[in-house]
């Protein structure tokens, strides 16, 4: 019923900026909230950001607060992510998730759909 796909991560440097995209596949009201998480390597997959469509909340990630912004375009059915002042320890792949009835933004298990990941890698 839904799939989503990510986009955008590439080889960048210390201080660059990218911008990751979520697509969703069907326009739907089904969906509540998405999220970005990411698993560097060696680590399990945290939380990046994320953002409510009943709540407008957008929390983030204490590692990233300041630097990334998460966005939606429900006309062209799209989440991004935008990432200012990359640092290598952002090295990660970066998976974009949708929720039917999330309320928990920042937990894997609140999501139910998921895309296959975009890897992001920061050079030092």
């Given at each position: 019923?839904?799939q989503l796909i990510?986009?955008?991560?590439?080889?960048?440097?210390?201080?660059?900026?990218?911008?990751?995209?979520?697509?969703?596949?069907?326009?739907?009201?089904?969906?509540?909230?998405?999220?970005?998480?990411?698993?560097?390597?060696?680590?399990?997959?945290?939380?990046?950001?994320?953002?409510?469509?009943?709540?407008?909340?957008?929390?983030?990630?204490?590692?990233?607060?300041?630097?990334?912004?998460?966005?939606?375009?429900?006309?062209?059915?799209?989440?991004?992510?935008?990432?200012?002042?990359?640092?290598?320890?952002?090295t990660a792949l970066?998976?974009c998730a949708a929720?039917?009835?999330?309320?928990?933004?920042?937990?894997?298990?609140?999501?139910?759909?998921?895309?296959?990941?975009?890897?992001?890698?920061?050079?030092?």
């Open positions: 019923q839904v990510e986009s955008g991560g590439r080889l960048v440097q210390t201080g660059d900026s990218l911008r990751l995209s979520c697509g969703v596949s069907d326009r739907t009201s089904d969906i509540t909230a998405m999220g970005w998480f990411r698993q560097g390597p060696g680590k399990a997959r945290d939380f990046v950001a994320g953002i409510s469509w009943r709540s407008d909340e957008r929390p983030y990630a204490e590692s990233v607060e300041g630097r990334f912004t998460v966005s939606r375009d429900s006309a062209k059915n799209t989440v991004y992510l935008q990432m200012d002042n990359l640092k290598p320890e952002d970066y998976y929720g039917r009835d999330t309320y928990i933004l920042t937990m894997p298990s609140s999501y139910e759909y998921w895309g296959q990941g975009t890897q992001v890698t920061v050079s030092s």
